[in-house]
């Protein structure tokens, strides 16, 4: 299955590599093309002043602005890939964003009056977009923080800049730069979208890993049980092939009577055994086993609750575990619901729960925040036959609590 998704992974990443490639081969190949439009027309410019009409380049300038970019020049001309643009969902709302960062920018841009102005304004505009860019760019699930305060620093850079620069324009750029801010801080927390959802996967896969290796456990355990019960098996036939042997030459009819209520017995065994056999063999091949609501008052108080699932023959042997080593206390159990597809009611009372999850990242945790009252609730709205055990027994905790501290007198350092 590993191999698998690594085959998966490396696919899909080479799918997007020559898709990031081919885009940025068409951007190269428009930034050479309007390059050489340009020095052209510098040329031209500077040669023959006289054959050139102005009105006429300023319009084909204009067009070659707008055939750039549906922003013309407002818009960095190297495109980095960024990972909001891999999701349906995450690309409309990073589109609406841009879009109000757009309308900003076109705002603001009418206010300029002098070409000066103007000139620096949208000199600040792509700086401010490009390093939009690389702060997105280098984005991970662990900077969150630090891609935003890199935001604030940048929009300070720029006011500290215009601030050294044309007192005229100053309180117009630090309007424009403080609307810009929450926009920007918008688009950072949308492409950290991406990296929420991939972790969520992750963990997902880890969740299905750790399912698939607690079942093999429970597989293995159950085997090992089943092994046991064909040995126990095995020497009750071999008792009964012996009492019938036995019986075959027993003249006396106490002893006949004695050897037929024991062939009885063994034979009620047997059929335990077998019975017992072929639960184990659904429990291994099936989705059957026992749904646990259970509580630890001494660890995690009184309002967090353990809700899972065992295949275990006996439900507790898994309660016992969980309560062995990793916690200081042994858990008390409030409800056991056997069922047929327990895989599913477990799932069913997660999705329940699904708000009060405690840890809502890694998902094989599987505590939830919730009273007594309100899991009986949700168990017997489920299945009102189910006993339900409200008090938190704790002993443990509470024996440990009743002997306290006080009574533990230390013997001193020094005499």
């Not at 407002?74 to 891999?86: A, C, Q």
Request: charged residues 30%.
């Amino acid at each position: 299955m590993k191999k698998e998704q690594l085959t998966e992974d490396v696919s899909r990443l080479e799918t997007q590599m020559l898709k990031v490639t081919k885009e940025l081969t068409n951007y190269q190949k428009t930034a050479k093309k309007h390059k050489a439009e340009i020095l052209g027309i510098k040329n031209l410019i500077e040669h023959f002043p006289e054959a050139v009409n102005h009105s006429m380049i300023e319009a084909h300038l204009h067009n070659l602005e707008q055939s750039s970019n549906e922003d013309g020049v407002l818009e960095t001309i190297v495109h980095l890939h960024l990972h909001h643009k891999d999701s349906k969902a995450l690309r409309s709302e990073m589109n609406a964003n841009n879009k109000d960062i757009r309308n900003l920018l076109t705002a603001y841009q009418t206010r300029y009056t002098t070409k000066a102005n103007t000139t620096i304004y949208e000199l600040m505009v792509i700086g401010l977009q490009a390093e939009l860019q690389n702060i997105l760019y280098t984005l991970s699930y662990s900077n969150l923080d630090k891609a935003i305060e890199n935001s604030k620093l940048l929009i300070e850079k720029y006011l500290k800049i215009a601030a050294n620069g044309n007192a005229n324009i100053l309180p117009t750029i630090t309007r424009f730069l403080s609307e810009l801010e929450p926009l920007f801080e918008i688009a950072i927390r949308i492409e950290y979208k991406y990296y929420v959802q991939k972790d969520l996967e992750k963990e997902e896969q880890r969740k299905i890993r750790e399912i698939m290796r607690q079942e093999a456990e429970e597989k293995r355990i159950l085997e090992e049980e089943r092994k046991k019960l064909e040995k126990e098996e095995e020497k009750y036939h071999q008792e009964i092939a012996k009492n019938i042997e036995l019986l075959q030459t027993e003249t006396d009819v106490d002893k006949i009577a004695a050897l037929e209520a024991r062939l009885k017995e063994l034979e009620e065994q047997c059929h335990k055994l077998e019975e017992t056999k072929e639960e184990i063999i659904k429990r291994a091949n099936g989705k059957a086993g026992y749904v646990y609501v259970i509580s630890n008052l001494g660890s995690f108080g009184d309002n967090m609750f353990k809700v899972g699932m065992t295949r275990r023959l006996n439900p507790m042997d898994r309660v016992d575990e969980l309560g062995d080593a990793s916690v200081p206390f042994r858990f008390d159990v409030h409800a056991l619901m056997f069922s047929d597809d327990a895989v599913g009611l477990e799932q069913k009372l997660h999705e329940i729960l699904e708000a009060q999850r405690v840890n809502k990242i890694n998902l094989r945790k599987e505590f939830f925040y919730a009273t007594v009252q309100e899991l009986q609730d949700i168990v017997q709205e489920i299945d009102p036959t189910i006993e339900f055990i409200q008090t938190m027994a704790a002993m443990e905790y509470r024996q440990s609590q009743s002997i306290g501290t006080s009574e533990i007198e230390l013997e001193p350092v020094f005499s």
